[in-house]
Each structure stands twice: as C-alpha cells, then as structure tokens.
C-alpha cells in the first residue's frame, strides 16, 4: 500500500515541499505520495485528531511547520536530542504506530550558511524566539558562534537567551552591533505583506551574510535591504532544501537525492512567480 506522507501547518497552501519529496519520492522508486494538511488551528483538537488517526490514513511521516512546531510536541512518543532540547519538532515519523519528533530546522539553517560563510567565532543576530529561532539558535552556540536574540517581545528574547546562554540585544543597538550574520526567523515579509522589513539598509552595514528563512516570496524585503548594505544573501529556499533532505533520510534511511529536490524545489518556484 502506498505510504503517505506531507506536511502539517496553517496556512500552507503555498509549501514548496510537495514538489521536493515527490520529486525525490519518483526518483529513488518509492511508492509514496507528500500531501499538505492545513490544519485549522481554531480547533485545537483537529491536530490531536490528525496525530492519532495516523494509522488510519496510512501516513508514514510528515513535516510540521508553523504554528505546530511546539504543540506537536505532546503526540511525541519520543524525541531525538535536538528536539528535545531547544522544545520545537519540524519532522515525525510513524513507527509501528508511534509518533517519533526530531529537528531538521537546525541542520538546515547551519548547512545554508555553510555554503556562504564560516559560523565559528561569528557574531551572530537571530531576529525572533519562535520554534526556528530556539532551533538555529543552539546549534550555532554548539558551533562556537557569538549569538543575539532580538524579538518583538522582550520576555521571548530574555526567556531563550537564558535558557540557551545566548545574549539579547535592543532594537536601537543592533546598527552598532557589528554582527557578521543576520537570520529571520521571523514571518515579517511574508506575502502577503512582502514589503516588510525588520531592519533596512543602514542598520545592516558591514554585515557579511543575512539570511531570511521565509521562502513566499523568495527575495524577501529584508534581503533586498541586505543587498544594498553589501551583505550576501541566502534565501529560505537553502534552508528548505537541506532540512528537507534531512527528513528524507529520517524516513528512508538513506542520503536524498538532494540534486532531484534543488531542481523540482526551484522549478516550483518559477512557476508560482
């Protein structure tokens, strides 16, 4: 019987992960299909409902993005470390009818940037406190890295840079801050509000690489901004890739086809520009 996994979220019409793991999926022979499952969060039973009847629908894995990440966490029957650590399941697979959780955000991000720039003894700038940030966060402390937490909500930032020993930074301060890297992770920019931006060009200068982890749209308002201050930009889309090659290996046990996925993840992109 034909294995079924997707993704879990709201809203995720618009996920560029179908078009990776079929892709991946026809490539390597498997008999699967990647669905998406918007689940509506005004009932916080319809996720409870999608986790336990798993079985019934012959769902093998799936990735779970916002606003799920955390939540998902109480259906776990276990974790792998990073997922336990930093709190925040991007990744599960059903083994003999547990739920298992486990983090690709980090890998993700941290093999992203690793394509433009070294992370040991950086300073690094985390723009935001949600599941990404916790994630991406303590892998790049692991790697040595100096990392500052600015989010919205100073409690958020306080709460994660004590919990990870990293530091918090003012929004005033972060122009003088000298920081190598800036990552968002947070949903300004995103259409349909794509002309936001947290930070601007000015705020920005000498900063090496700035990558935004929003892929809708692809050039985000915050990259555009980092363009003119000279940083080079990565966008979403790396992230994507490489977290989601991770979960194929989570759920195959073996490499993903990672060049079938770039070309299937970056021809779904051209044609939803």
């Not at 009847?53 to 998902?72: C, H, R, W």
């Not at 759920?251 to 060049?259: L, M, Q, T």
């Amino acid at each position: 019987m034909k294995k079924i996994f997707g993704i879990v979220g709201h809203p995720v019409k618009q996920s560029l992960s179908p078009a990776m793991h079929n892709a991946a999926f026809k490539s390597e022979g498997i008999d699967a299909e990647y669905k998406i499952f918007d689940i509506d969060p005004s009932d916080e039973e319809n996720l409870a409902n999608f986790c336990y009847e798993t079985d019934l629908n012959n769902i093998a894995g799936f990735s779970v993005t916002m606003p799920y990440k955390q939540e998902i966490m109480k259906y776990m029957e276990e974790y792998d470390l990073l997922a336990r650590t930093v709190g925040s399941v991007n990744t599960v697979e059903n083994v003999d009818s547990k739920l298992n959780g486990y983090n690709t955000d980090a890998t993700g991000a941290i093999q992203a940037l690793q394509e433009k720039t070294t992370i040991n003894k950086e300073k690094i700038l985390i723009l935001g406190a949600g599941g990404a940030a916790r994630a991406i966060g303590y892998s790049l402390k692991e790697f040595g890295a100096d990392v500052y937490i600015f989010n919205r909500t100073k409690s958020k930032s306080i709460e994660l840079a004590k919990e990870f020993d990293l530091e918090t930074i003012e929004f005033t301060q972060i122009a003088d801050a000298d920081f190598d890297i800036i990552i968002n992770t947070t949903p300004v920019g995103m259409l349909p509000d794509s002309g936001s931006s947290l930070l601007h060009a000015e705020q920005m200068k000498g900063v090496k690489v700035v990558m935004d982890i929003i892929t809708h749209p692809l050039e985000t308002q915050l990259l555009k901004e980092a363009k003119k201050a000279g940083a080079e930009t990565i966008t979403g889309a790396r992230m994507l890739l490489h977290q989601a090659c991770g979960q194929f290996e989570i759920w195959f046990g073996k490499s993903a086809p990672i060049e079938v996925m770039e070309t299937a993840l970056y021809e779904e992109l051209r044609n939803k520009d």
